[in-house]
């Protein structure tokens, strides 16, 4: 894995034991709002999830900060032990997850993951870039892998 | 991916939509989590009883960091939550926390109780402090009168 030391302060900072099963809730509640209220409501939901709950990387990445991003990705993909490669530069962060532990985990407990397990993951990202000189792209590179790159606009 | 760390944030925006639809789809949406919830308990707490129930927080205090007390006799669990991480996340949160967030807890184990032919008696004392204590019973007349003693007694879909 390629770790860059970031110094900076993340405005939600978990440490100690990590629930996994938490994955399994995320993905019943995504089957049960699509099936009751449609695609469109839990994009809505996964959008102020962006906007509102990670308020402080978008307005770093409002900044130019886009580091602040890399930071919260790492941090979080190390405590569920999940196997990514991360690039950062000024301009350009490409993080590539070759095993997503949340997914996996999912699977495990569940046996099939709804198809939409993976929208929290790329509606988040669109809303966090939403009204900011950054886009971010995810792209679904198959089961359990994606590549999450964020970059100015062009 | 919403880290499992933030769920608790996630689970804070899916409530606050639920709670504009309405009292009733908030309702089920708790059955559904209490359904899934059934997958990893209903049988240890068919089998098991009590001593199933505290087996599983036990599990819940070390991997969710609670600082909670529990306390397990002939006649009924104690769970005393001195600090819960689940609100104290949602408290600390640059989104505005659900009003409710407390009645959720209650809203899926009570109807997973019911069904294991026990009796909860859920004490939230306050629903901006993170702190709760449920008592779980083996005889309902022992859960009405501990009821009594509740400062902020709640409800879940099936118990009104």
């Known amino acids: 894995m390629n770790k860059n030391n970031l110094d900076q302060k993340l405005r939600y900072n978990d440490a100690g034991n990590v629930h996994m099963d938490f994955h399994g809730a995320t993905n019943t509640t995504i089957e049960f709002i699509i099936n009751k209220y449609g695609i469109d409501t839990m994009n809505d939901i996964f959008k102020k999830v962006g906007n509102d709950v990670y308020k402080d990387i978008k307005h770093h990445i409002k900044k130019g900060n886009i580091k602040m991003l890399a930071k919260h990705w790492q941090h979080f993909f190390d405590r569920e032990n999940a196997d990514y490669n991360i690039s950062i530069n000024d301009e350009e962060i490409i993080l590539t997850v070759n095993r997503c532990t949340a997914y996996e985990h999912v699977r495990k407990l569940v046996g099939n993951v709804s198809p939409n397990f993976c929208d929290q993951t790329i509606k988040t990202n669109e809303a966090l870039a939403e009204n900011t000189p950054y886009e971010i792209k995810t792209e679904i590179l198959g089961e359990a892998a994606c590549r999450q790159t964020i970059r100015k606009r062009a | ?160």
Not at chain 2, 60 to 66: A, G, H, L, V
Not at chain 2, 103 to 110: E, F, N, V, Y
Not at chain 2, 117 to 138: A, G, M, T, W
Not at chain 2, 145 to 151: G, I, L, P, V
């Open chain 2, 1 to 160: 991916m919403i880290p499992s760390d933030h769920f608790t944030r996630f689970y804070n925006e899916v409530f606050k939509f639920l709670e504009d639809q309405g009292e009733e789809h908030l309702e089920a949406y708790w059955l559904e989590i209490s359904k899934n919830q059934e997958k990893h308990t209903l049988e240890l707490f068919k089998e098991k009883g009590l001593k199933g129930m505290y087996e599983y927080w036990d599990h819940i205090r070390i991997e969710e960091n609670c600082d909670m007390d529990l306390k397990l006799d002939d006649e009924k669990l104690e769970l005393r939550m001195n600090v819960c991480p689940s609100l104290s996340k949602v408290l600390d949160n640059d989104a505005e926390p659900m009003k409710r967030y407390c009645d959720h807890c209650a809203g899926w184990i009570g109807p997973l109780i019911d069904k294991v032919d026990h009796h909860l008696v859920y004490d939230v004392i306050d629903r901006n402090k993170p702190q709760c204590v449920v008592k779980i019973f083996k005889d309902k007349e022992k859960a009405i009168e501990e009821e009594k003693n509740a400062k902020l007694l709640m409800k879940w879909p099936g118990k009104k």
